[in-house]
């Protein structure tokens, strides 16, 4: 299926650019056509990171919105999935975020929330790729059907009343000190509540947005801000989130970086200790380390793999009934309490296990020593460069030389003109060769 719009994560693209007012006003319209059931008031709810370019597209999408008659209720800059638990609770038909996530202030992206708070399928997209480019004027609603839109107040509460219930009741964070690094981003008022709250001692940064700064030095994307601040302030922990707060990476009290992969080994172990894994297994990509796969094997569980894109990662959990997955940029989703990554979520699952087994989390959070991986992009302005015959002869080339010894993963980005070569395996020289001898064939197909 061919995708005009839609990447692996919403429409994403320069503000003003590929993400114009005119797109903006289109998805509203198209959006709020395709989500209107029944002769009841429609509604939907829309929230926002943190960037410039956020009012412009708001703005846009109520025009839109309220043009095909669906009431808005805008939430400010709040989680991507304080939205989707929104949609649900509030009884809304749709769902929207405004954010572009890890990427630039300069980028932004629109993601879409069906009423049961999952991100829309790839056919829904498709349908609505297709209103995009229609004239939808005559299903435009009536002078007195037009929607209304208002602010609501007290939507971060609800956010971190739900978070924190995710949580034994019993179970407090007092005597933890936590460095949690918002990265100016949409978490930067609920996650150092959420932590304060529970006990911990709470140590902020990145929470000052002005709409320039987020994820610029700091946040998920940058960790090394984080590990820093842990060992100046000698905390026990640091949580680092990204622009729209659904994905999350720790450090440990040394300063070193504990990625998705490891999370996943830490929350799938404890919960198969307490019988909580629906089924004896994870989910993740094809950019999971196979060290996760050798850990997760060693304890009885398998490792299923999908594409690339957290929303590929929860549509297997939905179809094979797990409830543990995510990505090894720290999309970790915990189904049993969320409909899409959560970093404050995962976070505090991460921090329950720290104080039940009372010990450091350098020792709580290294599961496995991961292969030695190497990952290289090669931009491209025109053209299917991975269709080349060199580029062809090159992968299988580098398969071969692999076979039995690790994985090669060549795949286009889903949200920019990239192609990303990723290879690992027991021996780190095999491996970089492998990767530069694919990175130099692509390199000349895109000449």
């Keep these: 299926m061919v995708r005009k719009y839609f990447g692996t994560d919403g429409i994403r693209g ?20 395709m989500f209107q059931r029944g002769e009841h008031r429609h509604r939907v709810v829309i929230g926002k990171d943190t960037r410039l370019s956020g009012y412009m597209i708001e703005n846009a999408l109520v025009a839109g919105f309220t043009s095909v008659g669906m009431d808005v209720l805008l939430l400010g800059p709040i989680p991507t999935p304080a939205v989707a638990m929104l949609v649900r609770s509030m009884r809304a038909d749709l769902g929207v975020m405004i954010s572009a996530s890890h990427n630039p202030y300069d980028d932004n992206g629109i993601k879409l929330f069906g009423p049961d708070g999952y991100k829309l399928s790839d056919d829904r997209e498709h349908s609505i790729e297709q209103l995009l480019d229609a004239d939808v004027t005559k299903r435009l609603a009536k002078s007195g059907d037009l929607g209304r839109a208002r602010r609501i107040d007290g939507v971060h509460d609800r956010y971190i009343e739900a978070a924190k219930r995710t949580l034994p009741r019993r179970l407090d964070l007092d005597g933890l000190r936590v460095v949690v690094d918002c990265a100016n981003g949409a978490g930067y008022r609920v996650a150092p509540s959420a932590l304060w709250e529970l006990g911990a001692e709470v140590i902020s940064i ?4 002005n ?3 987020i994820n610029k030095e700091c946040g998920s994307v940058a960790p090394e801000t984080l590990s820093q601040k842990v060992r100046e302030m000698r905390a026990d922990i640091g949580i680092a989130l990204d622009g729209d707060a659904d994905r999350v990476v720790l450090v440990d009290e ?19 200790e307490d019988g909580r894994l629906a089924k004896p297994g994870v989910v993740a990509t094809v950019m999971s380390n196979l060290g996760l796969e050798r850990h997760l094997a060693g304890l009885g569980l398998s490792l ?24 090894p940029s720290g999309h970790v989703i915990l189904s049993d309490y969320t409909t899409t990554g959560d970093g404050l979520v995962t976070a505090l699952q991460v ?32 053209g299917k460069p991975l269709e080349n015959a060199g580029v062809q002869s090159a992968i299988a080339v580098a398969h071969k030389r692999l076979d039995g010894q690790g994985r ?5 980005s889903g949200t ?4 990303r070569v990723m290879a690992e395996g027991d021996d780190k020289l095999l491996v970089e060769e492998v990767v530069d001898g694919v990175v130099e064939a692509l390199a000349q197909a895109a000449a």
Aim: one cysteine or more; a positive charge.
């Design 14 to 33: 320069r503000a003003n650019g590929t993400i114009t007012p005119e797109l903006a006003l289109k998805v509203g319209q198209a959006a709020g056509l």
């Design 206 to 209: 990145g929470v000052e947005p």
């Design 211 to 213: 709409g320039f700064n």
């Design 254 to 272: 040394k300063g070193h970086l504990v990625d998705g992969d490891q999370l996943l080994a830490v929350v799938a172990e404890s919960w198969k």
């Design 304 to 327: 299923a793999r999908t594409a690339v894109g957290d929303r590929y990662v929860l549509e297997h959990m939905r179809e094979h009934g797990f409830n543990v997955g995510g990505e």
């Design 351 to 382: 921090l329950a296990v720290v104080k039940r087994q009372n010990r450091p989390v350098s020792q709580v959070c290294h599961r496995f020593e991961p292969l030695p991986q190497i990952m290289k992009n090669v931009r491209y302005k025109t």
């Design 408 to 412: 090669l993963v060549v795949r286009p």
């Design 416 to 419: 920019e003109p990239v192609i």
